[in-house]
């Protein structure tokens, strides 16, 4: 392939950070992306993405290697590189103080857009985003889901010959995700944009035409989704667990028999596994405990865990606490007490209701599932449950105690994970369990202990004595876990702990937090990953403050007229409860 044909085209690229431990950040890297497709890079955390993607933007040169973005040598003429793209990083810096059309103008002014140019091209934007009505909306009153649509509508504010995405839809519920694809999907097909974009999901790097694996700065796979789906070819399965067993506790069983199986995850109330290479349906009889399987086709999941898992990326699952078998696991866990119970909890900012009269409880072991969009009220309603922000009326207990008038006392039952890196920066790992010890009021032998305990459960022995700030993502996620359950809470409260998390660490992370539930901790956990509502043992579905639908996965797919999974059953059931309020007259405030 020429040149002239390529849109990126790179050959033995290093780059090195000063400082860092390990190898380089890219390890000789060689790539060739055509003109007028979409290309995915995927892997886990800390695989080079971002400094790829950052590269080809000319935002950094590479050590050693050629790189050409559009033709350009992007180590001897960045800014021409510069001047023919458009890149959204992850933090896409929106001035929230500033309406939607005004930060349109400031992204035109930066670009040198000309008057002519911004109305037919913000009328586009303003088009295909769906924002035309919210033009004079500040952007900081916009949900999380809208901010990235005008993110991408300011990077496009002039036509540029790529677009580079990092991540785009971290953080953004379902339906965004649909229309930010939607839009991105549209720009592909019919303006023949070259899009390059880094995702967590691989269920969108599926939808693109060439997808591209790395790991600790190599490239392990690339072709299309058909090419990487065959890496799992006659080695994937559906295992349906016995009545009374729940799917994460068959999960569990595969997912610790590392001889023999690659991956496990539920799905649809039964669970999907990757048998490994070489592995006959025998040997998997000590973990499936004689329960039906059926052979399903891969998809780029599959081959994409195959491909990790065989080149030995490393996956830090917690020991498996084995059971004697599934009745004995599936025993485990929640009993009948409830820790938390919720009685017509309302919640107004000003004369906006951001949660109405919402009802329910949750029993101990429980792991239960808060799920909406963005600006549903999920976040509202958690916050409330954690003491951190008092209800406006209703009834809120939490481990025995009123948070009306004990919310202290509750607070010292419960360990709580932000969505956001929430710990000291510049402290050590030990530092930040020292002081968070502390503040639960541990001390002496019984805080080293505990200490100690932490390092060892989520393995962070080799990273005690680094700063916080400078730990990969992945690890910052493990600490923030740590510091919260170091005074062993009752209740665990995470809110979207794996936003942005590859599969690998999500794995990694749902077997600790399954092994806690079976050991008798609460969970309360909000996510924008429909598949991890297939841990929970029961759901609510809010939206627009309003409780739409509260049950086990099973049944809220069944409210959902049988939806094929939890995406499917969380999109019909939001988009008839907006359809019921419209009917209805009760307009939707998307600003919240």
């Known amino acids: 392939m020429s040149r002239i044909e390529l849109t990126v085209e790179a050959t033995d690229v290093v780059k090195r950070f000063k400082g860092a431990n390990g190898g380089p950040a890219l390890n000789t890297i060689s790539i060739a992306i055509p003109k007028g497709q979409l290309t995915a890079l995927v892997g886990p955390d800390g695989a080079g993405k971002t400094t790829l993607i950052r590269l080809i933007a000319g935002l950094m040169k590479p050590d050693s290697g050629m790189l050409r973005t559009l033709g350009i040598d992007v180590a001897s003429n960045p800014q021409a590189v510069q001047d023919l793209i458009s890149y959204m990083p992850q933090k896409f810096g929106l001035y929230e103080d500033l309406s939607v059309m005004e930060n349109l103008n400031l992204y035109a002014d930066l670009h040198g857009v000309s008057m002519d140019e911004r109305k037919e091209r913000f009328n586009r934007m303003l088009a295909m985003t769906d924002m035309a009505a919210f033009t004079g909306r500040l952007a900081g009153n916009l949900s999380g889901g809208m901010k990235q649509k005008l993110g991408l509508a300011c990077t496009l504010v002039r036509s540029p010959r790529l677009l580079l995405l990092d991540e785009p839809t971290v953080g953004v519920d379902p339906l965004s995700r649909r229309e930010l694809w939607r839009i991105v999907q549209q720009l592909v097909e019919e303006e023949g944009l070259p899009v390059v974009v880094s995702t967590a999901y691989l269920d969108e790097a599926e939808r693109c035409a060439h997808v591209i694996v790395m790991t600790e700065g190599k490239i392990l796979a690339e072709g299309t989704p058909a090419d990487l789906c065959g890496l799992a070819k006659e080695r994937c399965f559906i295992a349906y667990p016995p009545t009374g067993v729940l799917a994460r506790t068959l999960q569990a069983c595969l997912i610790d028999d590392r001889a023999n199986v690659l991956d496990a995850v539920p799905e649809s109330g039964a669970v999907r596994f990757i048998r490994a290479k070489d592995t006959q349906t025998s040997d998997l009889d000590s973990a499936l405990q004689g329960v039906r399987c059926e052979a399903t086709p891969a998809r780029l999941e599959d081959g994409v865990m195959t491909l990790l898992r065989e080149k030995n990326?490393?996956?830090?699952?917690?020991?498996?606490?084995?059971?004697?078998?599934?009745?004995?696991?599936?025993?485990?866990?929640?009993?009948?007490?409830?820790?938390?119970?919720?009685?017509?909890?309302?919640?107004?900012?000003?004369?906006f209701t951001a949660v109405a009269s919402t009802s329910f409880s949750v029993r101990r072991g429980e792991i239960f599932g808060l799920l909406g969009p963005n600006g549903a009220g999920k976040t509202t309603t958690f916050r409330m449950l954690c003491g951190l922000l008092p209800a406006t009326s209703g009834f809120l207990e939490v481990a025995g105690f009123n948070l009306r008038t004990a919310r202290a006392?509750?607070?010292?039952?419960?360990?709580?994970?932000?969505?956001?890196?929430?710990?000291?920066?510049?402290?050590?790992?030990?530092?930040?369990?020292?002081?968070?010890?502390?503040?639960?009021?541990?001390?002496?032998?019984?805080?080293?202990?505990?200490?100690?305990?932490?390092?060892?459960e989520f393995e962070l022995q080799t990273k005690k004595d680094e700063r916080s700030g400078n730990l990969p993502g992945g690890f910052k996620q493990r600490l923030a876990m740590a510091t919260a359950l170091i005074h062993r809470p009752e209740i665990l409260f995470l809110d979207e702990p794996t936003s942005g998390i590859d599969p690998l660490a999500r794995r990694a992370f749902w077997r600790r937090i399954t092994t806690l539930a079976a050991e008798g901790t609460t969970i309360i956990v909000t996510t924008h990953f429909m598949e991890e509502a297939e841990y929970c043992d029961r759901i609510v579905i809010q939206d627009a403050g309003r409780l739409l639908a509260l049950g086990t996965p099973h049944e809220v797919r069944t409210q959902a007229s049988g939806a094929a999974n939890m995406n499917d059953a969380f999109l019909a059931i939001i988009e008839k409860g907006r359809q019921n309020r419209q009917a209805s007259a009760m307009p939707v405030d998307a600003s919240i």
């Open 313 to 351: 990326a490393q996956i830090n699952f917690v020991q498996p606490r084995r059971q004697q078998n599934l009745q004995a696991r599936a025993g485990a866990g929640s009993d009948s007490a409830e820790l938390i119970q919720v009685r017509d909890l309302v919640r107004w900012f000003g004369e």
């Open 409 to 456: 006392a509750a607070r010292a039952r419960i360990g709580y994970v932000s969505q956001k890196f929430a710990l000291y920066e510049n402290l050590s790992v030990v530092e930040n369990l020292t002081f968070f010890g502390g503040a639960y009021g541990l001390d002496g032998s019984e805080l080293k202990s505990r200490i100690d305990h932490a390092l060892n």
